[in-house]
């Protein structure tokens, strides 16, 4: 697969792979505090060092902020209430967020102008009310490079901005959803009305509840990514965009397993309503089919919404219909 297929600028990847060159040419010159320091938590700009990740977001406030973050189990959480802030490991993959969330919601929850995530993990993040997410998004913009968010009830979950925008670029999404809680079902990805929803050369995989993504975003695009479900529990679309979108979804490969709470379409659109026209959403160039031994028959796409999609060509494996109505 190529970028050039995918249908997203190269602009956008340069963009997006920023976020991990900036990592290397920020950390090179603090390496050595990674190694023991009892401060782990450095804010690059001013040198200083914290004990606490809050007290690390707490001094960069509503400014502009890049923590440095070493290698480490963290049994921390933060919640950045405004500015921008770039959370970055020091050795990506190394610095993991294990088992505890703020106001009942995150590892991370964000609710400042923007923030960057690169190089994290995310693990056993559970609450009360089954929503326990590695990020929790309240406003603003975010980027999410090189990541890992596993055995949590979600992964990203955030809430309404209709001016914000979501990018997840090579992250892993790994055993999580979950349909436990009486208020509905947790997903991999689940985000509310958000302007725009990016997600690029990322996987899903073992899922054990829920959707991968669930987007209520008037925009998406999804390309170039995995859904991995051969090894997933209880599991049920794929993509579900609820109330509609526009964008594309490109160059993706789908796999669904046998144990599925509801096989009936790899990726529905509104579903739950037409909130947001769906005219000319692109879904091309993507191969789905079922894991090895699963004979059934299911629809690769499913539409409520009436609206004309761009549904362009995919490769479809025996026994998916390339589209339904509903």
Excluded at 171 to 196: D, K, M, N, P, V
Aim: charge should be positive; hydrophobic fraction near 40%.
């Amino acid at each position: 697969m190529t970028v050039a297929r995918s249908g997203l600028p190269w602009r956008f990847f340069k963009t997006a792979g920023a976020v991990v060159a900036f990592v290397l040419a920020a950390i090179a010159p603090i390496l050595a505090f990674a190694k023991g320091d009892p401060a782990p938590f450095r804010v690059i700009e001013t040198g200083k060092s914290y004990a606490r990740l809050q007290s690390a977001v707490d001094a960069i406030g509503s400014g502009k902020g890049t923590i440095a973050i070493a290698p480490g189990l963290i049994r921390q959480c933060a919640v950045q209430a405004g500015g921008d802030i770039a959370y970055l490991a020091v050795q990506p993959g190394s610095a993991i967020f294990d088992g505890v969330a703020c106001e009942g919601k995150g590892a991370l929850v964000l609710r400042g102008r923007s923030a960057e995530v690169s190089g994290l993990v995310f693990e056993n993040i559970r609450v009360p009310d089954f929503n326990g997410a590695g990020i929790r998004l309240e406003r603003g913009d975010l980027t999410v490079a090189q990541s890992w968010f596993h055995d949590s009830q979600q992964g990203i979950l955030t809430n309404g901005d209709p001016n914000g925008t979501l990018v997840v670029d090579r992250s892993t999404f790994t055993r999580l959803g979950t349909c436990e809680g009486a208020g509905g079902c947790a997903h991999s990805i689940y985000t509310g009305e958000y302007g725009q929803v990016r997600i690029t050369r990322s996987r899903f995989e073992q899922g054990r509840g829920g959707h991968y993504v669930k987007s209520r975003a008037a925009r998406v695009d999804i390309a170039s990514s995995s859904f991995d479900d051969a090894r997933g529990k209880g599991t049920n679309y794929m993509i579900d965009l609820p109330e509609g979108a526009t964008g594309q979804i490109s160059n993706n490969w789908f796999v669904q397993g046998r144990d599925k709470d509801n096989y009936s379409a790899f990726i529905a659109v509104a579903a739950e309503g037409k909130e947001h026209p769906s005219n000319g959403l692109a879904i091309l160039h993507n191969d789905a089919r079922f894991a090895p031994g699963v004979t059934r028959t299911s629809a690769f796409v499913a539409d409520w919404s009436g609206d004309p999609l761009n549904i362009g060509d995919n490769q479809l494996g025996a026994g998916l219909k390339r589209f339904e109505r509903r």
